[in-house]
């Protein structure tokens, strides 16, 4: 049973910084490319960043390049979002996903590449 698990959300001011964390269980984390998304409210789900399966390529949406950054420990399964220089903009539930098919550690910014997600960690930046 794949369960992924985010924490480090929170109420926090313009200009500042959080670090979510995602931990993975149930699958083969090492081969796993990962990812985050976000969704504010009444909006759809969008694509934050995403990682290889060594961590050796990231990728990041516009909004947030130079500003979060994906990164992995394998040996703790676990992925993280680094988030510096916060906006009122980034409020939202972050998810952090997994794609376990991924075919040779390509990874995607299509939610519907990913096989599994937590159940998200809220991010509040107040202004």
């Known amino acids: 049973q794949v369960q992924l698990v985010e924490s480090g959300g929170g109420l926090v001011q313009t200009g500042g910084s959080l670090r979510l964390s995602c931990s993975a269980a149930?699958?083969?984390?090492?081969?796993?490319?990962m990812g985050w998304f976000r969704q504010a409210p009444g909006k759809g789900r969008e694509f934050v960043a995403t990682?290889?399966?060594?961590?050796?390529?990231?990728l990041h949406a516009d909004s947030v390049k130079g500003r979060f950054t994906i990164s992995r420990d394998n040996a703790k399964n676990t992925v993280y979002l680094q988030m510096t220089r916060l906006e009122p903009e980034d409020t939202a539930m972050y998810y952090c996903?997994?794609?376990?098919?991924?075919?040779?550690?390509?990874?995607?910014?299509?939610?519907?590449?990913?096989?599994?997600w937590g159940q998200g960690t809220r991010v509040t930046v107040s202004s």
């Open positions: 990682i290889s399966w060594r961590g050796t390529r990231t």
């Open positions: 149930g699958l083969t984390f090492s081969s796993t490319v």
């Open positions: 996903a997994a794609d376990v098919n991924s075919v040779s550690g390509a990874y995607s910014r299509e939610a519907v590449r990913y096989d599994y």
